[in-house]
Nanobody, 123 residues
Framework: QVQLVESGGGLVQAGGSLRLSCAAS????????TGWFRQASGKEQEFVGG????????MYADSVKGRFTISRDNAKNTVYLQMNSLKPEDTAVYYC????????????????WGQGTQVTVSS
């Protein structure tokens, strides 16, 4: 079992930055790929990006490419989502999720989920 806890959300003005953290506990988190997803009010959950277990590979949704960066520190069992140049349309609840094997953009491949953290970007 892996438990995930997100933190770092909040209110920021457009153009600003936030860094979200996803802290893992339980089984060795370095064995799991981690994805970030978000869900805006009234919309379906969407893939934001993901990182492989050893951090060598990342992938991003087109909507955040060049603005968001995912990294991980396996010694701290933590994955980060650095969000720059934030836009009002980035407003959502952000979730991290973990899965065995590689990164997937599909939410159905993830076994473990955090509770989410709210990010609100004001215009």
């Amino acid at each position: 079992q892996v438990q995930l806890v997100e933190s770092g959300g909040g209110l920021v003005q457009a153009g600003g930055s936030l860094r979200l953290s996803c802290a893992a506990s339980g089984r060795t988190s370095s064995s799991y790929a981690t994805g970030w997803f978000r869900q805006a009010s009234g919309k379906e959950q969407e893939f934001v990006g993901g990182i492989s277990p050893n951090g060598a590979y990342t992938m991003y949704a087109d909507s955040v490419k060049g603005r968001f960066t995912i990294s991980r520190d396996n010694a701290k069992n933590t994955v980060y989502l650095q969000m720059n140049s934030l836009k009002p349309e980035d407003t959502a609840v952000y979730y991290c999720a973990a899965r065995v094997a590689g990164v997937s953009a599909s939410r159905f491949g993830y076994n473990y989920w955090g509770q989410g953290t709210q990010v609100t970007v004001s215009s």
